[in-house]
């Protein structure tokens, strides 16, 4: 069965305090990984795309690195604005050739000033 | 310029009435996607449409319906919402071929 795991379901950092969110997958037909940020009572955000292993991406404080079977979404003397929801999702390719979203459950994430 | 839009963003409504909620689009995407989100979980995959193809997930309940009349246009329709309908709906748009998807700001479902 296809599943995404996010770790952990929630950090708090201090400003300023670097840290990293993970995503693990087990799916099949990979076509993409996507990094997501959702703040309170709105719609995800596109943040990133990876597409294959070693790729990696960058914006302002993130940064998203892809193996074979994980992500992990680095922040780097993070803001209090960077407080929120990060989702991750995979792409993948099922019967037909239709391709679906297949979201993680989130890292709530605080940074106190 | 707001590119998928959700309408309403909050909607109420009573157990056992059927309810309505829309997604318009300007990307021209030819995939539409409909998430249900309940607080602090990962946003599910109820439908979604390939231009007029028409892809359920297989524990959708048949409570759920949806319809898309042209590729700007997408409505859910809760036959008989319950208590457990009460929950975030997301609509979601992109290209074919393993793109990212684009969401509205969702509407927030309250069954009284």
């Known amino acids: 069965e296809d599943q995404v795991t996010q770790s952990p379901e929630a950090l708090r950092l201090q400003e300023g305090e670097s840290s990293s969110l993970n995503c693990s997958y087990t799916?099949?037909?990979?076509?993409?990984l996507f990094w997501y940020r959702q703040d309170p009572g709105k719609g995800p955000e596109f943040l990133f795309t990876?597409?294959?292993a070693g790729e990696e991406k960058e914006k302002e404080r993130l940064k998203a690195t892809l193996t074979k079977k994980e992500s992990f979404l680095h922040i780097t003397a993070p803001k209090p604005e960077d407080s929120a929801t990060y989702l991750c999702a995979v792409q993948v390719v099922f019967s037909g050739g239709y391709n679906k979203l297949i979201f993680g459950a989130g890292t709530r994430l605080a940074v106190h000033p | 310029d707001a590119m998928v839009i959700q309408n309403p963003r909050y909607q109420v409504t009573q157990f056992g009435k059927p309810v309505t909620l829309s997604c318009s689009q300007t990307l021209n995407h030819n995939v539409m996607y409909w998430y249900q989100q309940k607080s602090s979980q990962a946003p599910k995959l109820l439908f979604h449409y390939y231009d007029k193809d028409f892809n359920n997930e297989a524990d959708t309940p048949d409570n759920f319906q949806s319809r898309r009349p042209n590729t700007s246009f997408c409505f859910l329709d809760i036959r008989s919402p319950g208590l457990g309908d009460a929950a975030m709906y997301l609509c979601?748009?992109?290209?074919?071929?393993?793109?990212?998807?684009?969401f509205g700001q969702g509407t927030r479902l309250t069954v009284v």
């Open positions: 979601a748009t992109s290209r074919e071929g393993g793109t990212e998807a684009f």
């Open positions: 799916v099949s037909g990979l076509r993409g």
């Open positions: 990876l597409y294959s």
